[in-house]
Each structure stands twice: as structure tokens, then as C-alpha cells.
């Protein structure tokens, strides 16, 4: 399918199931990067209201400026755009003081990370419920269905996934097509959850054309690491267990 018809099919896919939820429009949280800019977009072209929120949490000044700049522009071209900013920071801090750091070093700064995942969440859910909205999900289809690269009830958590049947590599292609600022397009992709920059790509270890390649070819000279990955973040992508009694 063409850019374009993607882009049109998945605005469509919105509609449709915004109607039958009878709900009143959508909530996304903006970082800066291509997927929230991406997703918040298709939700705007859907004419329903859209809630585009900011949530930093010791966030660099790069992608501060460049999810302002995103939901000025979208501001700008759709009526049905609103935005908010809640600075999660205070809260952030506060949750660390309450909670028993004495953990090795490692261990405590990824539990923080995706501390700072599922805050964001709650925050939208806040939204969501107050304005009767849908939480529509930025993961695209390499992290949600190739190597489970998100927190579990963090970003993972939403109501509508619009780009998780798109590669990464497809979402830079719908970014172009819908306007997206080169700079946004430009940036390396980062989770935004750790104080030093770190990129997804160097979590990860693989440049996504590589991780979209593995995920497609046997054959990949990537595909041993690609299935490492994958089987320790199973558990993300893999309906919760139900303990079963027999009848």
C-alpha cells in the first residue's frame, strides 16, 4: 500500500473506532520524536478532538523544543488540536523519596526509567477520563510486535495502537508525507526516559533497517540477537496469564 493510502486507511481506522467506542476524540502524548508526532497527526486528520500533552521528566532541552514546535504546527493547521504541558518532574522527585533506592545502581535506574513510563501514562489516562477520550498508543511495529522495546503499562499502556502494523522505517516515510518537521524526522529516536540521551538504537545494539530486516529474513545475519531480544520481552507482548481452574 502507497504512503498515502496508508495514511488515509489508518485516519479512516480511527474514525470508525472512535465512533463505535462512541467516544469523543483522542489523547497523545507528544516527546519531541517521529512516532508521537506521526500518531498525533493521523489523530488530528480524523477532524475529532485531540488532546497533545507534554510531560517532561528532566527531558533535554532538544526534545522540549521540538514538541512545542510539532504542537504549534499542528495547533496551527487543525482547529480540533488542543495541548497541554504537565512538568512530571516535581512528582518524579517526590516519588523517589519515597521509595527505598539502596538497590545496585543498574537495577534502580531501569526500574526508575520506566517509573518515569508509567507516570506519563497515568497522566494521560487522567486526561483520557476527564474529557472522555481514547489514549492512542505512538509504538510502532518493531517495538510492539518485534522486540517488546516499551514498559509494560508505561507507554505499552493505551486504549489504540494506529502505527504499530508500521515499521520504523514506514513511519519516517508517513512522517514526510504528512509534513512532519525535518528535525523531527532527523532525530535519532530515543525513549526519552533517561537522563543522559541514550538512543533506542544504542539500547538495542541494531540500527532499525537492521532490526526490520531480521525480523523479516530468516536469514538475517541479525536474527539470533533480534530472537534474544524478543524472548526476554515476550512476556510484553504476550496476553496476561490466566490461572485456569478446572471445572
Request: proline fraction near 4%.
Amino acid at each position: 500500500m502507497e504512503t498515502k493510502q496508508v495514511t488515509n486507511f489508518i485516519v479512516q481506522w480511527l474514525k470508525t473506532y472512535a465512533k463505535n467506542a462512541n467516544t469523543n476524540g483522542f489523547v497523545v502524548g507528544v516527546s519531541g520524536g517521529v512516532d508521537s508526532a506521526v500518531t498525533s497527526t493521523l489523530c488530528a486528520m480524523t477532524g475529532l478532538d485531540v488532546m497533545c500533552l507534554e510531560m517532561p521528566i528532566y527531558q533535554s532541552q532538544s526534545h522540549i523544543s521540538r514538541a512545542k514546535e510539532h504542537i504549534a504546527q499542528l495547533k496551527k493547521k487543525f482547529q480540533n488540536v488542543q495541548s497541554a504541558r504537565v512538568n512530571l518532574t516535581p512528582v518524579f522527585d517526590s516519588f523517589k523519596d519515597e521509595i527505598d533506592l539502596k538497590h545496585p545502581q543498574k537495577t534502580v535506574d531501569m526500574a526508575l526509567a520506566n517509573s518515569r513510563a508509567r507516570l506519563r501514562m497515568t497522566t494521560l489516562y487522567y486526561f483520557a477520563g476527564l474529557l472522555g477520550r481514547l489514549v492512542a498508543g505512538t509504538g510502532n511495529k518493531v517495538e510492539d510486535f518485534g522486540v517488546g522495546f516499551y514498559t509494560k503499562y508505561g507507554d505499552g499502556g493505551v486504549d489504540i495502537s494506529p502505527i504499530a502494523d508500521c515499521n520504523k522505517t514506514e513511519v519516517w516515510e508517513l512522517g514526510k508525507e504528512l509534513g512532519i518537521l525535518k528535525e523531527i524526522i532527523d532525530a535519532p529516536p530515543t525513549d526519552g526516559l533517561w537522563d543522559d540521551g541514550r538512543t533506542d538504537e544504542g539500547q538495542l545494539g541494531f540500527k532499525y533497517q537492521d532490526l526490520e530486516d531480521a525480523m523479516k529474513n530468516p536469514n538475517s545475519p541479525h536474527r539470533q540477537e533480534y530472537e534474544k531480544i524478543r524472548k526476554q520481552n515476550l512476556h510484553k507482548m504476550e496476553p496476561i496469564p490466566v490461572c485456569k481452574i478446572p471445572s
